[in-house]
């Protein structure tokens, strides 16, 4: 199921991604992060360079306090372990009671059946945002129907490729930054999702979050390219290009038709 953007899709300004970014500086917003096990340093680290604090226990018996505590939660099923699969209902249950948003990242749904049946019943849980690409989309809303229905309920679709989609019950937005060496590390888009996590943490303009989120991070992919040699170095160009990411910078290079 391919994702139609509406006729009602927003272009994004420069002035409103950068002040997020800033907001994130500033508020170190605390992002609780149930991810997976290829994914749990960089992910941590990325969060770190835009100025958010990550903390990323499974433990079912301390998740609830951390998922509580923290500004928000995003929950990665990249590796779909028993002690995530115990950790996450209850992390999501403790975020909703306090009123915390919740992010989805159905990793790899279109390969795996129990996977894409474990996050069809996550949906039940309304998450604000839930984050994928087109496969992953087509195994969990095989329909369009699904996919109107997933909206209707509140919940925010980030759909990432070559161009970006955003589509929500209110704005809509198309992006095209980004850069193919991001596609030769691991974890990078799951990475990216934290970092959406971390904008809607501060923004109840869910979609609004994720445009800005998603632009930030590809941003900061291009310039990480046109310094790197490679993905080997890709990864420490990224962090610093997080960190030192200026107005001027998201200015000249974001891309929102």
Known sequence: MSLSVAASTQSLSAEVVFDLLQRVRQKTPRVHTITNAVAQTFTANVLLAIGAVPSMTISSEEVAGFASSSDALLVNLGTLDSARRKAIPIAIEAARA?????????????????????????MAFKPELVRLNEPEL??????????????????????TGAEDKIESQGEDFRLQNGHPLLARVTATGC??????????SLESDIALAAAAGLSVFNIAGEMAAERAG???????????????????DVEIRLKSV
Request: hydrophobic share 45%.
């Open 191 to 200: 990475a990216g999702g934290a970092v959406l996590a971390a904008f809607a």
């Open 138 to 159: 087509a195994a969990l809303c095989p329909q369009r129907s699904d996919v109107e229905a997933l909206i209707g309920s509140g919940t925010v679709l980030a759909v």
């Open 230 to 248: 490679g993905p080997g170095s890709l990864v420490p160009e990224l962090l610093d290009a997080l960190y030192t990411m200026t107005s001027r």
């Open 98 to 122: 306090a009123g915390r948003p919740v992010s989805v990242d159905p990793v790899f749904v279109n390969r795996s059946p129990v996977r894409c049946a474990y996050a069809r019943e996550l």
